[in-house]
């Protein structure tokens, strides 16, 4: 196939480094995969980011194999299979923010104590089981984790974030690190109140607005903003 994938690999190597620079992620730890017509691009093991070019991205078929000159990250795995499941995204992406894994190493599920959990899509964003890392089994128990979901932590490990574009995915690990930093520290004064199911779909559902580029009021909630009328 004829493709030229130079301006995604671009891309590509340009968010591994905006991830560094905004804390989420530290050294060669995270890797990240974006869809494209031959398969999906990832980023290669071992490798930090600041040294990683273009080239050094690494091409892979949804059969496990793959070109080029280096190897694909020891997590493919579940890159490859959340981008065959989930014809809604097309990059993954994953670090080990330090707050998001905070809560990972106690396996804890951040619930609803805060509105913005539903950027996750969701009424909480769950924590998968621990598996090793670069195993069929983790990306099994990521699955079920990310299911109706666009986030999930990973027990002992860290977090996984989904998008349609490079700059969704990253924004969402970002918020998501955040939300886990504010969980983290709402413990320090005990389980915060969760907000009610009913509530959460209020919110989902102005997300979508939102997501949609309409205003973001629902009726009966809030007056509707409008243009004005010359």
């Given amino acids: 196939m ?4 130079r301006r995604q690999r671009e891309a ?3 968010t591994c480094r905006k991830m560094n620079a905004s804390g989420i992620n530290q050294g060669t730890a995270g890797n990240v995969s974006i869809r494209n017509p031959m398969g999906f691009l990832i980023t290669p093991t071992s490798l930090p980011y600041d040294e990683m070019k273009p080239d050094d991205l690494v091409q892979m078929n949804f059969d496990g194999t793959y070109e080029g000159r280096r190897r694909p990250s020891s997590e493919w795995r579940f890159h490859r299979d959340i981008l065959a499941a989930r014809d809604d995204i ?3 992406l994953h670090c080990h923010s330090v707050y998001a894994t905070t809560l990972a190493c106690h396996h804890k599920t ?8 539903g950027v996750a899509g969701g009424t909480t964003i769950r924590c998968a089981k621990y598996a090793t890392f670069g195993t069929q089994a983790l990306s099994d128990n990521a699955l079920e984790a990310l299911q109706d979901r666009l986030a999930c932590l990973l027990g002992q490990h860290g977090q996984i974030s989904l998008g349609k574009t490079l700059s969704s995915a990253l924004a969402l690990a970002i918020e998501v690190e955040t939300i886990s930093r504010l969980y983290v520290q709402a413990l320090t004064l005990g389980e915060p ?27 009966g909630v809030n007056d509707i903003a409008r243009p004005k009328r010359a």
């Fill in 2 to 5: 004829d493709y030229d994938d």
């Fill in 12 to 14: 590509m190597v340009e």
């Fill in 90 to 92: 097309d990059v993954v």
């Fill in 110 to 117: 951040i619930p609803s104590f805060h509105y913005m959990t």
């Fill in 193 to 219: 109140p969760v907000l009610p199911d009913e509530e959460m779909a209020r919110v989902l559902q102005q997300m979508k607005n939102m997501s949609y580029g309409q205003a973001p009021d629902l009726d």
